[in-house]
């Protein structure tokens, strides 16, 4: 039902012809894949929502392929063009005041559009190709982590949507920054791989929403609809087991030893380096903790591989929330729901 196919040039200029019928598309970004439509046609946008069971206030990212294409869209600031000069193309979306050119089922009636202009060569063929504004998520069903292989999507995807561009596992493995540039500072709503630091080399101050390592307190307002939503969550319940090292790793083994011993299916996971001090323990390596970019690009992957494998507990280890760490922190964080286990308490 769904064709997966190698990004030649005739299954490009063939999506593209999909997208100006009005059909969907997924395809692959250095962040996540994701599913495109032309931004421009209200009834292929709906059918976004409908192959991913998205909630329809929760709006999406319009991708063009260069800023020239966004001015019909939104209104760019000066912030907006440093920061498209040193971040674009690449994984980082603006939020601007949209345009009326803009229908509202893609930005779900808000007066701001996010514009990400992404740097994945496959993309930015596809992107040509269909020569239209391409409104995407990630191409995950609602509620699932998002896709980083052409296989998670087709998982996920078979037989909703007619065509998947191949284009091997994404670079960077989580979704975009998402930085709000309609607010008095800065924000940013969702960190990805351009840092608050790294904003900071442009802009004279940048603000995290707090909601990102923390859960909405009841009646706060979210300042991004997708932040109101159980995200990245695998089916078994996760905590976060945080502290000094040598607390950590005792904790786990500990931790894991009392499920493993109750039945469950346990899993660990754990950075490279801690691999070997958990001897025999069935562990997930989520990356190195030395280069947390390769945790960001492995995360997705070994959430997916844990729901395949029916784990039921999951233990794991945490980063430091900063540069990309933030980013790793606040998916993982979500997917924990939020909990953590001090391992420096008794
Ligand atoms: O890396 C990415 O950003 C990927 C690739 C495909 O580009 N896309 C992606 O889209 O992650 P999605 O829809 O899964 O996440 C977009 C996030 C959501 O949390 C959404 O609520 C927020 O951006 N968002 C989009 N438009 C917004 C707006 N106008 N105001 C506030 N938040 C917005
Ligand atoms: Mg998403």
Known sequence: MTELTLPTKEAIDRAGGLIRKGELVAFPTETVYGLGANALDEAAVRKIFAAKGRPADNPLIVHVPELTLAKPLCEIT??????????????????????????????AGLPSVAIRIPSHPVARAFMAAADRPIAAPSANTSGKPSPTTAQH??????GRIPMIIEGGACQVGLESTVLDLTQAVPTVLRPGGITPEMLLTVLDEVRVADSVL???????????????????????????????????LSRLQALYDLAAAQGHNARILCFSEHLEAMGQRRCACIGRRSEPTTVAAELFKVLRQMDDENVDVLYSEALEPSGIGLAVMNRLSRAAAFQSIDADQE
């Open 214 to 248: 923390r859960p909405l307190a009841a009646g706060e307002k979210a300042l991004s609809p997708g932040m109101r939503y159980r995200h990245y969550a695998p089916k078994g319940k996760l905590w976060l087991v945080k502290g000094s090292d040598e607390h950590v």
């Open 153 to 158: 999507v087709l998982d996920d995807m078979n």
């Open 78 to 107: 000066p912030s907006a063009r440093e920061l498209a000069k040193r971040f674009w193309p690449g994984p980082m979306t603006l939020l601007m005041k949209k345009k009326p050119t803009v229908p509202d089922v893609v930005t």
